[in-house]
């Protein structure tokens, strides 16, 4: 079984691509949802061998798989070790599962998200595969959240229950997923993270003995191949920043992008370097406090972005094989 894991882990108020979006409709995906944490939390422990049984039954890849990977289960525990084990967990996610059931009783919004963003990911990439299954689960807060497996994407509902939720501020939590992170677990984050593990699928991010350059344009890459697959996502729930950190980068653009110029970065390959301006971080150290962190991914998409309205008829599978260089040298990008 085919695993890819997002830890956290999008029309935009700025004109994030160009040309007009195409009409999907007549792409046919058949999206249809299952609701794992509804039959897990009903389990009766009387009845428990019967109705789990039944549970494997109904989730063949994903049941045993959510009791030994998600829930970290032995396969060696008898079955009455198993039962006291789901039990004691659904006995502690009680109140989680209460919220999630609340917030997530019609399910169909985030379906049709996802939906759309497999019906464009055909449109631009003909021959992709993409599963047009949903499950939905509840795991352990500090746990896995979103999947991609061979045959339906899965949604950690723990991990979308809105920054505010109180599951989200605990010390041993933050732990595992601090603040700037776990802001992040909202609904509207789950078609972006389904679509996002799409494309790291399609395209793995293989590129540390880049330069700091070369791997801020192939984050825009995979950045630009977001906003075409979810069009109507705002760009901040895309890269991950909040609305206002989002608005500030574009208000500041010229002196973000100086912070690379001044300071030589583009062509470094120092990983210790490269480290404080791709990939999670609270902030860029450089630009203050209330900075977001992954900046060289918002500078590198905005690169793209440039190369490709200059570049209107290049397919986007084109564009994941044109060198980053070249991407930099013909952007001509200057804020």
């Given at each position: 079984?085919?695993?890819?894991?997002?830890?956290?882990?999008?029309?935009?108020?700025?004109?994030?691509?160009?040309?007009?979006?195409?009409?999907?409709?007549?792409?046919?995906?058949?999206?249809?949802?299952?609701?794992?944490?509804?039959?897990?939390?009903?389990?009766?422990?009387?009845?428990?061998?019967?109705?789990?049984?039944?549970?494997?039954?109904?989730?063949?890849?994903?049941?045993?798989?959510?009791?030994?990977?998600?829930?970290?289960?032995?396969?060696?525990?008898?079955?009455?070790?198993?039962?006291?084990?789901?039990?004691?967990?659904?006995?502690?996610?009680?109140?989680?599962?209460?919220?999630?059931?609340?917030?997530?009783?019609?399910f169909s919004k985030y379906e049709k998200e996802i939906k759309s963003g497999v019906q464009y990911?055909?449109?631009?990439?003909?021959?992709?595969?993409?599963?047009?299954?949903?499950?939905?689960?509840?795991?352990?807060?500090?746990?896995?959240?979103?999947?991609?497996?061979?045959?339906?994407?899965?949604?950690?509902?723990?991990?979308?229950?809105?920054?505010?939720?109180?599951?989200?501020?605990?010390?041993?939590?933050?732990?595992?997923?601090?603040?700037?992170?776990?802001?992040?677990?909202?609904?509207?984050?789950?078609?972006?993270?389904?679509?996002?593990?799409?494309?790291?699928?399609?395209?793995?991010?293989?590129?540390?003995?880049?330069?700091?350059?070369?791997?801020?344009?192939?984050?825009?890459?995979?950045?630009?191949?977001?906003?075409?697959?979810?069009?109507?996502?705002?760009?901040?729930?895309?890269?991950?920043?909040?609305k206002e950190q989002l608005e500030d980068c574009y208000k500041n653009e010229p002196m973000v992008?100086?912070?690379?110029?001044?300071?030589?970065?583009?062509?470094?390959?120092?990983?210790?370097?490269?480290?404080?301006?791709?990939?999670?971080?609270?902030?860029?150290?450089?630009?203050?406090?209330?900075?977001?962190?992954?900046?060289?991914?918002?500078?590198?998409?905005?690169?793209?972005?440039?190369?490709?309205?200059?570049?209107?008829?290049?397919?986007?599978?084109?564009?994941?094989?044109?060198?980053?260089?070249?991407?930099?040298?013909?952007?001509?990008?200057?804020?």
């Amino acid at each position: 079984m085919r695993l890819l894991f997002r830890f956290l882990f999008i029309v935009s108020f700025f004109c994030s691509c160009h040309g007009k979006n195409p009409d999907v409709s007549d792409i046919h995906v058949n999206m249809n949802t299952k609701r794992f944490e509804k039959d897990l939390f009903k389990l009766d422990s009387v009845q428990f061998e019967r109705q789990f049984s039944k549970l494997l039954i109904d989730y063949p890849e994903f049941g045993i798989n959510y009791l030994n990977t998600i829930l970290n289960a032995d396969p060696k525990w008898n079955i009455d070790t198993t039962k006291n084990y789901v039990i004691g967990f659904t006995s502690a996610y009680k109140l989680l599962f209460d919220t999630a059931k609340q917030i997530f009783s019609d399910f169909s919004k985030y379906e049709k998200e996802i939906k759309s963003g497999v019906q464009y990911l055909k449109y631009y990439f003909p021959k992709a595969q993409a599963p047009e299954k949903i499950i939905t689960y509840i795991g352990p807060l500090d746990g896995y959240g979103d999947i991609l497996s061979n045959d339906a994407f899965i949604i950690g509902l723990q991990h979308h229950l809105g920054a505010g939720a109180s599951f989200y501020k605990s010390s041993w939590l933050n732990e595992t997923y601090p603040n700037y992170i776990s802001r992040r677990f909202d609904p509207n984050t789950i078609s972006v993270n389904c679509m996002t593990n799409i494309i790291l699928d399609m395209f793995p991010e293989k590129f540390d003995e880049l330069t700091l350059a070369n791997q801020m344009i192939e984050k825009g890459k995979r950045l630009y191949l977001l906003s075409k697959f979810l069009p109507e996502k705002e760009e901040y729930w895309l890269i991950g920043y909040s609305k206002e950190q989002l608005e500030d980068c574009y208000k500041n653009e010229p002196m973000v992008w100086d912070l690379f110029i001044q300071n030589n970065l583009l062509q470094t390959v120092n990983y210790n370097l490269i480290k404080n301006y791709i990939g999670e971080s609270p902030k860029t150290q450089e630009l203050g406090e209330s900075s977001p962190g992954n900046i060289g991914s918002f500078v590198g998409w905005q690169i793209v972005k440039k190369y490709m309205n200059k570049n209107e008829k290049l397919s986007l599978s084109d564009l994941m094989k044109t060198n980053p260089d070249l991407i930099l040298e013909k952007a001509k990008y200057k804020p």
